[in-house]
């Protein structure tokens, strides 16, 4: 595993002392060399270094954005996932949910990157706190204001104009994975975060027996 340096008077992101030989697959994070996790189709990579999962090659931004609506939400209610599969979403939000307010009790604001439908954000709502969620489905986002009754704004979060140091915490759960341009959030991130702010970071775990297993079929790998 290659070091790592931060150079003064950069964005301060680690990155890796060689980057990835040319036409070899590489992170999308820290540009270090990522070897190929599925072969797809679409093929799915992960970083040797920081072990991130992501696309080989992610759809253009348009493309992109048009496969996050409505065929990817129910318009009825927001759902994504068959009910088994849903009911195993609630168990997980729960231990999410719990997990957070050991760390940050609160309350206080959150902001909930890629937020779904709303459900955790409608948790910590119900708890007191000041919740703000982001989406680009449209659908997902529509369900979340009239199902949950929480905030949700549409787009790319480095391009919202958010204010600075407005978060107590800031989640990514099951996101990164799904960007081109991670660093840009986590940039983002950073600014948005209050001093002492606590950011929580969840990905999918590439060496996993259930990945290594089922591969495409992992309920983990949720293309694009």
């Not at 099951?174 to 660093?183: F, I, Q, T």
């Amino acid at each position: 595993m290659p070091p790592t340096q931060t150079l003064p008077g950069t964005d301060g992101i680690p990155r890796a002392d060689a980057s990835a030989p040319a036409g070899s697959p590489s992170c999308n994070l820290c540009g270090s060399s990522a070897d190929i996790a599925i072969q797809g189709p679409p093929a799915v990579v992960c970083c040797s270094r920081c072990g991130l999962t992501s696309l080989e090659r992610f759809p253009a931004p348009d493309a992109l954005e048009s496969q996050y609506q409505e065929d990817y939400y129910s318009e009825e209610t927001g759902a994504r996932f068959l009910k088994v599969f849903e009911w195993v979403l609630r168990v997980f939000r729960l231990l999410r949910l719990h997990s957070i307010l050991r760390r940050a009790p609160g309350p206080g604001s959150i902001l909930d990157v890629g937020c779904g439908r709303g459900d955790l954000l409608e948790a910590f709502k119900d708890r007191g706190w000041r919740v703000l969620g982001t989406q680009v489905s449209r659908t997902a986002a529509r369900a979340a204001r009239e199902r949950r009754g929480v905030e949700v704004v549409c787009g790319e979060l480095p391009d919202l104009g958010l204010d600075a140091g407005r978060f107590d915490v800031i989640t990514f759960f099951h996101v990164l994975e799904h960007l081109a341009a991670p660093d840009r959030y986590l940039l983002a991130a950073r600014d948005l975060l209050a001093d002492g702010g606590l950011l929580v970071v969840e990905v999918p775990d590439c060496s996993s027996p259930g990945f290594r297993a089922l591969g495409v079929r992992s309920f983990c790998f949720d293309y694009p």
